[in-house]
Antibody
């Protein structure tokens, strides 16, 4: 059974950075796309970017270009999302999600979510 | 990017009744449309993909239909555990993958 386990909640100051991890187990890591999706309090789901570990460079939503970096470490089956220059509007739950396969596929497995609070 | 619009925002339904949720795309997404269920404090769960195929372990009371730009999720007889927020997502025109704003199904 595939499991995605994310790192714990973070409290950050405005202007700082946060790096969230997502460790996969129970399946092949390298060939499945991993995306990061965030959800602000009481709001909907927003795709931030994604990566296929074996292929390398990530795709990013235009809104987050230049501020987010998504990477993957095949040796530890872990994906990372780093968001820079945090502002209060970045307070949200951040999810990693795995697509069913590379290409045109939905997200079939999700991490439990990581709450990031940005506050002075 | 493909904009997904869900209606209604909130649906009040009595247990045992049918619920019909709508999702519209502003351009064709073929049948590359998924529905997710989300309960408070939990991540989304995949219900339907390919517009009409139930994901593993999803009860038969959940059904999806549509193609192109108009889609429907139907819950034939609402159970207590079905009260949640439902999101549609297109995965045809990517990146980015885009979601609707959600429909909350609440107890009437």
């Amino acid at each position: 059974q595939v499991q995605l386990v994310q790192s714990g909640a973070e409290v950050k100051k405005p202007g700082s950075s946060v790096k969230v991890s997502c460790k996969a187990s129970g399946g092949t890591f390298s060939t499945f796309p991993i995306s990061w999706v965030r959800q602000a309090p009481g709001q909907g789901l927003e795709w931030m970017g994604g990566i296929i570990p074996i292929f390398g460079p990530a795709n990013y939503a235009q809104k987050f270009q230049g501020r987010v970096t998504i990477t993957a470490d095949e040796s530890t089956s872990t994906a990372y999302m780093e968001l820079n220059t945090l502002r209060s509007e970045d307070t949200a739950v951040y999810y990693c999600a795995r697509a069913a396969a590379a290409g045109t596929n939905p997200f079939d497995y999700w991490g439990q979510g990581t709450l990031v609070i940005v506050s002075s | 990017e493909t904009v997904m619009t869900q209606s209604p925002a909130t649906l009040s339904v009595s247990p045992g009744e049918r619920a019909t949720l709508s999702c519209r795309a502003d351009q064709s997404v073929s049948n590359n449309l998924a529905w997710y269920q989300q309960k408070p404090g939990q991540p989304p769960r995949l219900l339907i993909y390919g517009a009409s195929t139930r994901a593993t372990g999803i009860p038969a009371r959940f059904s999806g239909s549509g193609s192109g730009t108009e889609f429907t999720l139907t819950i034939s007889s609402l159970q207590s555990e079905d009260f949640a927020v439902y999101y549609c997502q297109q995965y045809n025109n990517w990146p980015p993958w885009t979601f609707g704003q959600g429909t909350k199904v609440e107890i009437k």
